[in-house]
């Protein structure tokens, strides 16, 4: 007999984002392994059947009138159903503070014997100083987040940053769960090569360096400061290809503080995946830096891994030991800052050719046994058949 998961997420395609790609994966790949995929979402109010799933959308926010729906889903299969909860609080609506929902999923945890698979995205708002609804903002969170924790059948990770934040949580019920790249895992190679040659002859460059992100000030600014401090030689044939929303608008507005350095910088139109994906594997190396750390729940530096391309990133407060252990990074620069990151480019750019490409199939590697989708689905099948038979 099939099981069935439940997966509960804030958005779901054809709405944009990058939980709604990952659940979107799970839900394909888990129906190849035999279980039955549910998906209930925000959204546009209905039920449709979308690739053979079946999907409940109750409104932009999970607002307690809408519960009742979700409630009546949920109680069309037998018991204990797998609840599968894809935790972002900032998409659960009531400006991140949804605490009515979290109280709910604990009652049917604890009432109706739900088991639920708690996988945090994210935590909660940090606590600092600030304005007082931010504090107020953390606090609830951070509240949401444990009772979330604390009535879990089984707790995932996305990143091993987020564990501190989930105190008094026994590391018997919490898994480590990178995310997986939302892009095609693999291209055609000749495509790949075509692509190479149309880049290099339009820039008119001998090297390609991919960037692939939302362009969030952060991290663009750390973009910025380390195409500037590039040296000029190696700026002269380097062409920086801009991929992913936000990369026209940010490049236009970044180019003032370019100045001579925007020729060199290409904005890639296309916003399909595969395209993308063809884009960044014909790039030499991926230069993706996070202001607070490279972190396995970075979608855009997965992306690159799961392709072949170096990567090169940066180490931070938040980023996770296998980083600087397993050095699934072609290069990390040791501190968020344009310099060390520019060093840590040129490096990369430098090597032999045959270096290059050992570098990135080591993070091929990696990604295939600790990231890919195929990973994840295992460990989400494996530790819904333990829900069903314990």
């Not at 998906?39 to 409940?56: F, I, M, Q």
């Not at 400006?95 to 009652?107: C, D, E, F, I």
């Not at 953390?138 to 091993?160: D, E, F």
Request: hydrophobic letters at 45%; proline letters at 6%.
């Amino acid at each position: 007999m099939k099981i069935a998961i439940h997966f509960f997420t804030g958005e779901y395609p054809p709405e944009p984002g990058g939980v709604a790609d990952h659940t979107a994966g799970l839900v394909q790949e888990l129906a190849e392994l035999a279980l039955v995929p549910v998906v209930l979402s925000g959204g546009d109010a209905g039920l449709s059947v979308e690739n053979g799933t079946p999907v409940y959308r109750v409104g932009r926010a999970f607002a307690p009138v809408h519960l009742r729906y979700l409630a009546r889903a949920l109680d069309a299969f037998p018991g204990p159903r797998v609840i599968f909860i894809q935790y972002v609080p900032h998409a659960f609506g009531l400006r991140g503070m949804n605490l009515p929902l979290v109280l709910w999923l604990a009652w049917r945890a604890c009432v109706r014997r739900d088991r639920l698979i708690v996988l945090f995205h994210e935590v909660a708002f940090p606590f600092q100083n600030g304005p007082i609804r931010h504090r107020v903002l953390a606090i609830v969170q951070q509240c949401m987040a444990s009772l979330m924790a604390a009535v879990a059948w089984r707790i995932l990770v996305t990143t091993t940053a987020w564990l501190p934040r989930l105190r008094g949580v026994s590391n018997r019920l919490v898994t480590s769960l990178p995310v997986f790249s939302n892009l095609p895992e693999s291209v055609d190679a000749e495509v790949v090569r075509r692509c190479r040659i149309h880049w290099l002859q339009r820039t008119g460059s001998h090297c390609l360096v991919g960037h692939f992100g939302t362009y969030g000030s952060g991290i663009s600014n750390l973009l910025l400061a380390t195409i500037m401090q590039l040296s000029d030689k190696l700026a002269a044939t380097t062409a920086f290809l801009l991929m992913g929303r936000g990369a026209a608008a940010w490049l236009q507005q970044a180019s003032s503080a370019l100045a001579e350095r925007a020729a060199c910088c290409h904005v890639v139109e296309d916003t399909d995946p595969l395209a993308l994906a063809t884009t960044l594997a014909a790039c030499d190396t991926a230069l993706q830096p996070y202001p607070d750390g490279i972190t396995t729940r970075r979608t855009t530096a997965m992306s690159a891994l799961s392709l072949g391309v170096p990567l090169v990133s940066n180490d931070g407060p938040l980023t996770d030991p296998c980083w600087r252990t397993d050095l699934p990074c072609a290069r990390l620069a040791a501190t968020p800052d344009g310099a060390a990151l520019a060093i840590s480019l040129a490096e990369v750019l430098q090597l032999p050719l045959a270096e290059r490409v050992a570098a990135g199939a080591h993070g091929r590697a990696w990604y295939t046994v600790h990231a890919s989708l195929a990973h994840a689905a295992k460990v989400v099948k494996q530790i819904v058949e333990e829900c069903q038979h314990r």
